[in-house]
């Protein structure tokens, strides 16, 4: 007989989801969740308006770690509990710095783009129905009197934050209603079409 192996099988250690944000009440909200990153899970999150944040540091992770852990009910519901303001400024001082660089692309970022495509959140179908017609390079507008709904442009947040994408939703003259690209649950903001920069289209 063979003897039976005292080895036992080795399993891969998962990686934990963590979402913060802040509710309608003004309140911060956090949660870590031991599952990894799963569609319900973000989806839920994404529906109470947290952002989700997922193999992005060392840093991140020693912090998030101090979340209590989330759960998400079979109604697609989140328990996503209160938590105390100085340690959600520390998460989010903590994702504005850059990631571990690690080989293939942002699982986080997949999602999100999956989701902005019609993904299986609730909020989704609060939200505008308008496709990014320049993701990459297509479609983008070469100046700004040819700004329409679904080209994507650059908006300046902060000097901390910088500048990130955002899809236009609708333009009023020279009055822009904008999304956030990469974080489609995000409310809509408007900008005055001469503050927003674009991108190089390339050539003709």
Known sequence: MTKPSDKKSEKVPVSPLFAFGIDDNGKSR?????QGLRDDIASAALDMKCRIVH????????????????????????????????????????????PDKKAGTNPVNAMLEKFEK??????????????????????LPRDWAGIEPGHMVLIHESVDDGWWEAVVLKR????????????PKQPT???HINTVALVNPGPV
């Open 55 to 98: 193999d992005h540091s060392a840093a991140f992770t020693e912090l998030g770690m101090r979340l209590p852990i989330g759960r998400v009910y079979s109604s697609g519901k989140a328990f996503i509990p209160n938590i105390r303001r100085d340690l959600y400024d520390k998460l989010e001082a903590a994702q504005k710095l850059p």
């Open 30 to 34: 956090g949660a870590r969740f031991p």
């Open 189 to 191: 903001f408007q900008r």
């Open 118 to 139: 019609g993904g299986t959140s609730k909020a989704a179908a609060d939200t505008p129905a308008v496709a990014c017609k320049s993701p990459v390079t297509s479609g």
């Open 172 to 183: 009023e003259d020279e009055i822009l209603t904008l999304r956030f690209r990469d974080f």
